[in-house]
């Protein structure tokens, strides 16, 4: 059985979950979901990354000792996904002990092999990015991310010989084109690696200055740097390095991450587990930023979008859906209610909806509620069952290659097509003229569409997407699912069985009036 292993970034722990995380954990979900009924063993992680300089002055600023403080937000971050229909399998925190043994036992490998030296450093120091910059990174002496001016610091650490394997690095990604993707952000990886020689990287904090962190297995007065300890996570969930789980998953290993946390896992990340022995993933995905009135999302611009309240506005099926088919994986998306309402309206309320409300009502008012039996097709059932095929074709091949906005794009082709397809076999003059047998046929047609409509939407809409079934009596089960077939298959749907009467999911929705200032 193919397996596919995919994760998020462990997010920290420094401020409550806002929308960017939403959308990573839902990618990630609805990936995960996608492989499931493809018939492959999945594996889904996400969590809290919880130690570093950056924490401890967050929990100081809230008064309370870094453990406090990173158990409550922690807390905040996995409560959050069952509420957004994210079924992770697991949830690490960077400060249980299985993940503090898992970065000690390579920081130890590693450095045996003689991949790690101490030495004296000097460099600009952003406590906002917890790393060092070089003066040529600066932008008009400023960190690029913060903009704001980094300290100074000189101090002894202890560094991973990173520059040692960039050519290593650099074939890799040549000869791997999917390595790093969607495209743009293959060339920005290997256009760094072409501008200069990489720099060796400090892997180390003296415990004089930060002590919160995975102390060095071979120097008691150091700390590990806080992303050299993050990115080990992704092995400790598998139980690195005899667990099943990690013989069974790593190969397929999936990390999704957005573009601000490109380099350390384009270039950290490869070169830390090349130098620990260790296999490198199988893709990196890498997606934009999620805009505010294509300004970034900040606490002190006030315009941080919480998922929580989208949710409770809008249902979790349409704010899933909204996200997925908004964004062009890869790009930036600015965010806004407007263009949530309007997409609500027009794809889910008026194109699916009405498809749904229609159908089943005409099933009840022409056979009783039951679902017909299909006799011979026209030319037009042969056409539409030709949308269908091309349509979930298309949408299979999209999604898998993390197109989510095509893949639905490319689905509403045969939503619209069916909505077309009653309006010219006009059902109602079928059965005004005694057509009772062109009538099932045409009703069966639609109706055994709309389950394939709604087993496709399932990694977009999962509660939506069964209760779309359950209203065409169907009890959804993920594992008797056989995506892959489905562009092919026909007649899955039973005849005889009693369909819902409405369907209702998907309400025409209000822009709901702005709070006063
Ligand atoms: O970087 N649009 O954690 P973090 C889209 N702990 N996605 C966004 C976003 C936005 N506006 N803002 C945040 C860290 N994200 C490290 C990761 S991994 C070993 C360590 C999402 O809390 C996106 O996934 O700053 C981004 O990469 C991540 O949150 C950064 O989360």
């Known amino acids: ?112 092999k003689g991949d790690i030296y101490f030495g004296e450093y000097g460099g600009y120091y952003c406590f906002g990015c917890e790393r060092f910059y070089t003066e040529k990174e600066l932008v008009d002496g400023k960190c690029p991310d913060h903009l704001t001016v980094p300290e100074y610091i000189s101090e002894k650490n202890y560094f991973f010989k990173m520059s040692k394997y960039q050519d290593w690095l650099r074939q890799h990604i040549l000869d791997n084109p999917d390595f790093i993707r969607p495209e743009r952000y293959r060339n920005e990886v290997l256009s760094l690696l072409d501008s200069g020689a990489l720099e060796d990287l400090c892997i180390s904090r003296p415990k004089s200055r930060l002590t919160w962190g995975i102390e060095l297995p071979f120097d008691k007065d150091y700390v590990t740097y806080v992303w050299f300890d993050a990115l080990i996570n992704y092995l400790t969930a598998l139980g690195y390095p005899d667990g099943e789980d990690f013989k069974r998953f790593w190969p397929s290993a999936n990390h999704l991450v957005a573009k601000d946390i490109l380099k350390p896992h384009a270039i950290f990340w490869p070169t830390m587990l090349r130098a620990a022995d260790i296999d490198v993933y199988q893709h990196l995905n890498v997606h934009g930023y999620w805009l505010v009135k294509d300004t970034k999302m900040s606490k002190s611009l006030g ?11 809008y249902g979790i099926n349409a704010f899933r859906y909204f996200l997925l088919r908004e964004m062009s994986f890869g790009q930036d998306s600015s965010f806004s209610e407007e263009a949530l309402v309007n997409r609500l309206n027009a794809d889910l309320a008026n194109d699916l909806g009405n498809l749904f409300n229609r159908t089943l009502s005409m099933t009840h008012k022409y056979f009783g509620g039951e679902i017909p039996t299909p006799e011979d097709e026209e030319i037009e059932d042969l056409e539409i069952k030709r949308v269908g095929q091309q349509a979930m074709k298309t949408y299979q091949k999209e999604y898998a290659d993390l197109r989510f906005s095509r893949a639905l794009e490319g689905l509403w082709e045969l939503v619209r097509g069916l909505n077309k397809y009653i309006d010219t076999t006009a059902p109602w003059t079928l059965f005004k003229n005694k057509e009772m047998s062109r009538l099932g046929t045409v009703i069966y047609v639609l109706l055994e569409n ?36 489905e562009p092919e298959v026909w007649g899955l749907l039973e005849s005889g069985i009693t369909v819902a009467k409405t369907s209702n999911l998907f309400p025409r929705v209000e822009l709901a009036e702005p709070m006063p200032p």
């Open 1 to 112: 059985m193919d397996s596919f292993y995919i994760t998020t970034p462990i997010y920290y722990v420094n401020a409550k979950p806002h929308l960017g995380h939403a959308y990573s954990t839902i990618v990630a979900d609805s990936l995960n979901r996608f492989h499931k009924i493809r018939g492959e063993e999945t594996f889904f992680l996400t969590g809290t990354d919880e130690h570093g300089d950056k924490i401890v002055k967050a929990a100081e600023a809230n008064d309370q000792s870094p453990q406090e403080y990173v158990d409550t937000i922690s807390q905040l971050f996995r409560d959050l996904w069952p509420d957004l229909m994210c079924e992770n399998d697991d949830f690490i925190r960077t400060t249980q002990p299985r993940h503090v043994e898992v970065v000690q036992d390579i920081l130890q490998k590693v450095y045996d």
């Open 303 to 313: 315009n941080v979008i919480e998922p929580l309240a989208m949710k409770d506005t």
């Open 450 to 485: 709309m389950r394939k409509i709604a087993v496709h939407l399932w990694p977009v809409m999962p509660e939506a997407s069964e209760r779309m079934l359950e209203q065409l009596g169907i009890q959804f089960d993920p594992r008797k699912v056989a995506l892959r077939k």
